[in-house]
């Protein structure tokens, strides 16, 4: 019984140490983040060792400070084997890392809390399942501190951007809820407040694209960085979370995945609307190649960012600055 009540104390400190990882930017002022997206891992398929062999790579190569999955990360069961597989590499290397759902995640036998309660679990996880009034499971804000003080910097926004359609006729793929947006635009007001008035600088993530990524590429085709191999499979109805962060003026760029054929990035009223890079193996389509993933980087006291995809073996492509590159494309 002593060992038992021993074992079930460290169990406990891990989890409150997971929840006490604080997120700052380094004595050089740089916060960098990794995305990795659209894993599709099966544990039983050779097919997915590549997607291991890329992000232990990255991790060793770039040493980010976060770690962020955009979805569709397990394609087969067993599903915890197949989490652990990924997401032990992260934990090895004690780096923080984050979580948000695809519309894949929870069509194995877990359901989105299920997967989101066995994430929690790990050291280094930060992910949260959130407002439970909300729609979806992992709506979630991580603040980044500052180099040489406990004062917010930057601010992280995660979305569950859902799965497919509710509405019987309008497209495949899920949209935003209204109450997501309220909440969103209820957080962001208040970071402001915090700060005298000046929105932080910010970033979002989740899986599936708005739908302002096929309107910005309808109108800036030729000024977007990045392969766009795939029309978009976004939401057919647009329920305004893009206007509802123009509006607030805080998020810089927001970084999805959803559609393998996509890596690009654009400017659209002065957010940048990103994918990452399909990092999976041949479990589903891709045809852009090596695998990868996507290093954005920012700069602390600035609104400012640097990113770029990065592909299994180093090779590195479309570099890209908030607000610079685009500045001068307008």
Known sequence: ?????????????????????????????NFKIVQFTDIHYQKNNPASAVAL???????????????VFTGDVIYAKPVKDGLDDIFNIVEQSEIPWAYVFGNHDDEHGMSRQEL???????????????????????????EVKSSHENKNSAILYFFDSGAYTPIKGLGTYDWFAFNQIEWYSNQSAAYTKENGGAPYPALAFFHIPLAEYPQMK????????????????????????????????????????????????????DIYLAYGRFSGGNTEYNNLGKNGCRVIELKEGKREFSTYIRLLGGEKLYPVEYPATFATTK
């Open 1 to 29: 019984m002593r060992y038992l009540i021993i074992a079930q104390l460290f169990l406990f400190s891990l989890f409150i140490q997971s929840q006490n990882i604080p997120l700052k930017f380094n004595q050089d002022g």
């Open 53 to 67: 062999e890329l992000i232990h790579e990255v991790l060793v190569e770039e040493r980010p400070d976060l770690v």
């Open 116 to 142: 989101m309660d066995f994430a929690r679990e790990k050291t280094y996880c930060l992910a949260q399942a959130g407002d439970k009034s909300l729609k979806g499971v992992g709506n979630y804000i991580l």
């Open 218 to 269: 309808a109108e800036k085709y030729d000024q977007l960085i990045g392969s766009k191999e795939e029309k978009e499979c976004n939401g057919k109805l647009n329920t305004g979370m893009f206007a509802a962060m123009r509006q607030a003026g805080d998020v810089m760029g927001t970084f999805v995945g959803h559609d393998h054929d996509n890596d690009y990035i654009g400017n659209y009223h």
